[in-house]
C-alpha cells in the first residue's frame, strides 16, 4: 500500500503544474467586454437583456424547454422541491454521498432528508438496490407512497450526478413512477454530461444548475432552474421575482416570494462562460484520458471513467482505491496537499453530520466504500495550460 501512496504522488508532482487547484475558473472569453457593458449602460442588478440570454443560453445547451436563471444552486433546488410540493414532514430520497447543499434544500422545506446508497458504476444512486428498499419500505395510500416505519409521506428523490458523472436514469425513472414519487435532477455537477444522448437535467420533473466558481461554468455565484413544463416554468418565474403582478406602478404581490433573481451582470458573465463550454469539456476530458493513462500500470488504484451509457464532462477526476482504506487516503492527501497539489476526499457522508445523524437511511455500504476509496485531483479546463 504505501507503494500505491508513493506511485500516486509521484505521477500527480510530474504531471501537475505547481499549486494545482482543484478547479477553478477560465475566464478568458467575453466576460469583460459583456460585464463591462452592463457597468456603462447601469443594467448591473435584477433586470436586464443577459438574464432572458442566459436564460435561453441554458436551455438551448440542455435541450430543456425552460431555464430560470436564481441566484445559487442550492435556492434553485429549494424551489424544485417545493415545485414537486415537498411539504414539512415529507421524507425525501437524497444519496448520503453529496454536497451538503441537496440535504440543506430539503430541510429549508421542513421536510426530513432520506438517505439513499451509491452505486460504484455511476457513484450516483443505484436504482436496483433502491428499487429493492423502497419495495420493501413504503407503503401506497391515496396516490402517495408512505414509509412504513415513520409514517412520513415520502414525496420526491434527487439524483445527483456526481462529479458529473450521469446516473442511471432510465430505471430510475420507472421507479419513482411505480412508487409516485417525483424524481429531481442535481445537475449542479453535470452542465455538458449527456445520459443515452441526452443532456442531464431534462429527465426529471424538474433540476437544477449550479454557476458556483468551481463549477463547470461560473456566474461567480448562481443557479438555474430546467423544466419541460410551460405551466411550471411560469410559476417558477414568477415565485423567485417577489411573486409580483406586472403593473405600471403598483406593487402587488400575490403569495410568498422568494427575491432569488440572478442579477444581469451575473448573467453577462453566464452569457460569455457558455459560449466556451464546449472547449471547457473538449479540455476536461481530454483531462481525464491523460490521467487514466499516466495511472493505467499502477498498483492498487484507478481512475474512475464515464459509465457505458453515458458522454461524461469530467468535472472533478477521480482516483479510487481498489480497496478502501480511509488511512491510505489520508496519506495521499496530507502528502499531496503538503507538497501544493490539491487534492480532496469525497465529503463527510451526510448521515454523519451532526444535523442530519438521526434522518432514516438505508444499508450505506457502497456509499462507505466510495469515502474509504476515493480522491478528487485537479481537474480544471485550463490545468495543464499553466
Ligand atoms: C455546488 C452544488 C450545489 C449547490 O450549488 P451552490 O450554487 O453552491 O448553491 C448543490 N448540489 C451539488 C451536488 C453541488 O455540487
Known amino acids: 500500500m504505501s507503494k500505491t501512496v508513493e506511485k500516486t504522488f509521484q505521477i500527480l508532482k510530474e504531471l501537475l ?6 478547479h477553478e475558473p477560465s475566464l478568458k472569453g467575453r466576460e469583460l467586454s459583456y460585464v463591462k457593458e452592463c457597468i456603462d449602460t447601469g443594467w448591473v442588478s435584477s433586470a436586464g437583456s443577459y438574464v432572458n440570454r442566459f436564460e435561453s443560453d441554458l436551455a438551448a445547451i440542455t435541450g430543456v424547454k425552460h431555464a430560470i436563471a ?37 430541510s429549508y422545506c421542513g421536510a426530513v432528508p432520506h438517505f439513499i446508497d451509491s452505486s460504484m458504476e455511476t457513484l450516483g444512486v443505484d436504482p436496483i438496490k433502491l428499487g429493492i428498499y423502497l419495495d420493501r419500505i ?11 416505519e415513520t409514517g412520513r409521506r415520502v414525496k420526491a428523490c434527487i439524483a445527483v450526478h456526481t462529479y458529473g458523472h450521469p446516473v442511471d436514469l432510465d430505471p430510475l425513472i420507472d421507479i419513482c413512477k411505480a412508487h409516485y414519487i417525483d424524481l429531481i435532477e442535481d445537475a449542479a455537477e453535470s452542465l455538458g454530461s449527456y445520459y443515452k444522448g441526452r443532456h442531464t437535467g431534462g429527465f426529471g420533473d424538474v433540476s437544477s444548475l449550479s454557476f458556483n466558481g468551481n463549477k463547470i461554468v461560473t456566474t461567480g455565484g448562481g443557479g438555474a432552474i430546467l423544466t ?11 415565485i ?7 403593473h405600471v406602478w403598483d406593487f402587488v ?62 468535472w472533478l477526476n477521480v482516483l ?38 438521526d434522518c432514516p437511511k438505508m444499508d450505506l455500504t457502497t456509499a462507505s466504500d466510495i469515502e474509504a476509496r476515493l480522491i478528487n485531483i485537479p481537474s480544471s479546463a485550463r490545468l495543464f495550460e499553466m
Not at 345 to 351: A, I, Q, R, S, Y
Open 320 to 357: 479510487l482505491l481498489d480497496v478502501g482504506s480511509i488511512e491510505v487516503r489520508n496519506l495521499i492527501l496530507k502528502k499531496t496537499n503538503e507538497a501544493g497539489i490539491m487534492t480532496r476526499p469525497v465529503w463527510v457522508l451526510l448521515n454523519k453530520l451532526q444535523m442530519y445523524k
Open 70 to 106: 436564481v441566484v445559487n444552486g442550492t435556492a434553485a433546488l429549494h424551489i424544485c422541491l417545493k415545485y414537486c410540493g415537498v411539504q414539512a414532514a415529507d421524507e425525501v430520497l437524497i444519496p448520503a454521498v453529496t454536497f451538503v447543499a441537496t440535504a440543506n434544500a430539503v
Open 228 to 238: 419541460n413544463d410551460s405551466e411550471i416554468a411560469s410559476q417558477i418565474k414568477h
Open 240 to 246: 423567485t421575482t417577489t411573486a409580483k403582478l406586472p
Open 253 to 314: 404581490h400575490d403569495e410568498v416570494g422568494y427575491n432569488f433573481r440572478l442579477p444581469n451582470i451575473n448573467s453577462a458573465l453566464g452569457c460569455a462562460q457558455l459560449e466556451q463550454l464546449p472547449g471547457f469539456i473538449e479540455k476536461k476530458r481530454a483531462n481525464a484520458l491523460k490521467y487514466q493513462e499516466a495511472f493505467k500500470d499502477v498498483d492498487g488504484i484507478k481512475v474512475f471513467c464515464e459509465p457505458a451509457f453515458a458522454r461524461s464532462n469530467y
Open 17 to 22: 503544474p505547481n499549486g494545482a487547484s482543484l
Open 138 to 148: 413504503l407503503i401506497k395510500k391515496g396516490g402517495y407512497s408512505f414509509n412504513k
